[in-house]
């Protein structure tokens, strides 16, 4: 669906193969990485690495892909026990809701093993302790089993595990803390190695004899995704990201990632990379060693900008502030930024952005020969149009589009996992449970569907988006693209018109029966914070980090005491 149309499929996401690469980095090498969006058929239960059932299977998944991630484990949870690998779940889903990786119900257990609420680091911690107890020949799920009833995870920041009866469903998650973050971003293992890692794509439940050959990744993640920069100086109530960062901003150096670029297109050929960054002109000082290192940098012999070109994220403040520099982003292979404009009035956030300065903003940008792509979000309080004013939601696109913008993103406000907006949406009673009988499903979490407004015709919302894109994409607007262009950009501009109308079809294809359902206005409000059902508590029998207000406290004040380890052969661990 629009917006994201391409990216999902054909980039391969940074997040699987940074921990594909931290697990090859540390001797696992017979790792694979498996991608929903190339395997749909992909069956845990039927895995096998060289002819046996890994060690390890670990799952990752955002928000929207919870019910997935929930059937995989259960298929994991189908393998015998006595071959079961160790289940490890994480990722932005399982990092702000780790109890939904395990089971409330006694009658239909299953679950992951530990849950991981942090990043490699967590994960490897994880790995030295069990590695460092695991016995000849114990399977590592009976090596966490020992590790686990022993305390010895409980000082590793960043893990939820459960405290079952033998196999059965959770009685209680154990909740060992916030991660700690990794500080400097040059110390992450290198992602050309988890770039060797993924699975082919295919139709099969199984994995393959072999990982996709070097040659064909551009053919299947054409965009690599590369993280530069992590964490973000303003602080949007509906956004989970600083908090997430602990406050801090966190980067790579200039010549690491020059380093990066440089090793994936010798090593697979790619030329196109996507910044993970939340906010890449975020400080001023870090953002120039970055990219005037890339723009001194040669690519054998030749300036990395005519070879490498590449994305990311920026706000309207901070382009601003890099306005006299924007030929030096240029040179360092920048053609387009994602700006989060949100809304040109600043009437649902402030960050520094107004009529003028976006418009500025992405004058400015064009001129340097780089694409601006607004990312705007669509509320309540905003009509479709407001005659001379900049207010309506196609008002903001035609102004965006006059001042430059070739591509558009349009989501409405929903509640995110994280954020401090989310729980007052559910208290409130303005997010949905249901709309004229079908569920709000996690899916639907992704902005582009109205599953929470205050709005007395929601309905109007949906067909806002909608028209809002049919007004930025549509076949005139290409036509004009190519036969009478505007900017230097034109061919990118064109490209974009034909991804949108694509990417149109699809958005309206799968959001207008959910228009027409929210017209017959039976709507179900959910009432309470989606909390954990299962009880939570911290090492020390304090309330859990990761728990949400209404989550039930763990009865038991029985606390993990550090026990000597019992030997494998006994099952001392039971
Ligand atoms: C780039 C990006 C995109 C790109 C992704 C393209 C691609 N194919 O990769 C695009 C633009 C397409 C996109 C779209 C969406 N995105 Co987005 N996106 C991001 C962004 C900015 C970076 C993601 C990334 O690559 N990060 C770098 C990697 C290395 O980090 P990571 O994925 O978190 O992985 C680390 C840890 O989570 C952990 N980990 C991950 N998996 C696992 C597994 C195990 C077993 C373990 C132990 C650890 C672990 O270790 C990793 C290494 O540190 C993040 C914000 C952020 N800064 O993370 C949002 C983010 C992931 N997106 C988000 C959302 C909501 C969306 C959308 C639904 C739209 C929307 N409403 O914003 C769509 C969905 C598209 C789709 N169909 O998949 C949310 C997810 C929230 C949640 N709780 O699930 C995030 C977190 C932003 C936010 N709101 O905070 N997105
Ligand atoms: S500017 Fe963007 S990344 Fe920063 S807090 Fe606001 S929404 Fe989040």
């Known amino acids: 669906m629009l917006p994201f149309v391409y990216a999902a499929m054909r980039m391969a996401p940074a997040g699987v193969r940074a921990i594909g690469s931290a697990m ?30 890994p060690d ?34 994480g990722g932005p889903k399982t990092i702000y809701e780790p109890w939904d990786v395990f089971s409330a119900d006694p009658l239909d257990p299953w679950g992951a093993d530990v849950a991981v609420t942090g990043e490699e680091h967590v994960l490897l911690s994880l790995l030295e302790v069990l590695l460092s107890i695991r016995a000849h020949r114990e399977s590592l799920r009976m090596t966490f089993i020992r590790a686990r009833n022993s305390g010895l995870l409980d000082d590793i920041p960043g893990l939820v595990y459960a405290q079952a009866d033998g196999d059965g469903a959770a009685e209680e998650l154990v909740d060992t803390g916030i991660q700690r973050l990794l500080g400097d971003l040059d110390e992450l293992p290198h992602p050309v190695l988890g770039y060797q890692l993924f699975e082919p794509p295919s139709n099969k439940t199984t994995l393959g004899y072999q990982a996709l050959p070097a040659d064909k ?20 109530p509906y956004c989970p990201i600083p908090a997430y960062n602990q406050r801090q901003y966190r980067v790579k150096s200039g010549e690491r990632i020059a380093d990066e670029m440089h090793r994936l297109y010798r090593e697979y050929g790619l030329h196109y990379f ?44 901070d382009t601003l502030q890099m306005k006299d520099h924007l030929r030096e982003v240029r040179n360092a292979g920048i053609r387009a930024l994602w ?82 907006f989310y729980e007052d949406a559910f208290t409130s ?30 309905w109007r919302k949906q067909f806002n988006i909608m028209a809002a894109y049919l007004y930025f994409y549509n076949p005139l607007r290409f036509l004009f693209a190519v036969v009478r262009p505007k900017s230097r950009l034109y061919l990118a501009d064109a490209g974009m018109q034909l991804l949108g109308m694509w990417g149109l079809g699809r958005t309206i294809q799968r959001t207008f029966g959910w228009a027409l359902r929210l017209m017959r206005r039976n709507i179900k409000h959910v009432t309470r914070v989606p909390a954990s059902r299962i009880p939570m508590r911290s090492v020390d029998g304090a309330a859990a980090s990761h728990a949400l207000p209404g989550t039930p406290r763990a009865a038991s004040t029985q606390l993990n005491v550090k026990v000597p380890i019992g030997s494998p052969g006994t099952h001392s661990w039971e």
């Open 217 to 236: 990744i551009p053919k299947y993640s054409r965009i690599g995704s590369l993280v530069l920069t992590l964490g973000c100086k303003f602080a949007c």
């Open 24 to 53: 090859f980095d540390v001797g696992f090498q017979k790792t694979r990485i498996v991608l929903q969006q190339w395997n749909r058929k992909f069956r845990p239960s039927q895995m096998r690495l060289d002819g046996r059932i």
């Open 429 to 458: 009673g303005m997010a949905y449970e249901s709309v004229a009988g079908r569920r709000v499903e996690p899916h639907m979490l992704d902005a582009n569907y109205v599953v929470a407004s205050e709005h007395p015709k929601p």
């Open 339 to 420: 700006l989060g404009v949100e809304d040109m009035t600043a009437t649902l956030i402030k960050k520094g952005q107004s009529v003028d300065s976006t418009s500025e903003a992405f004058r400015l940008l064009q001129a340097r020969g780089i694409a601006p792509m607004p990312m705007m979000m669509h509320h309540d309080k905003q009509p479709l149009y407001t005659p001379g004013r900049p207010y309506g939601l196609l008002n903001q696109a035609r102004l965006l589009r006059k001042a430059g913008a070739v591509s558009l993103q349009v989501l409405m406000i929903t509640p995110a996992t994280g954020a401090k």
């Open 274 to 317: 996507f910044g993970t960054d939340d906010n890449f002109f975020n400080d001023k000082v870090r953002t120039l060693d970055i990219v005037e290192t890339l723009a001194r940098s040669e690519l054998d012999g030749i300036r990395l900008r005519r070879k490498i070109r590449w994305g990311t994220e920026v706000t309207v403040h």
């Open 56 to 89: 390890i299977f670990m799952v990752s998944s955002m928000q929207i892909h919870s019910a997935q991630c929930e059937a995989l484990i259960r298929d994991a949870c189908r393998i015998d026990p006595a071959y079961r690998p160790l289940i490890i779940a």
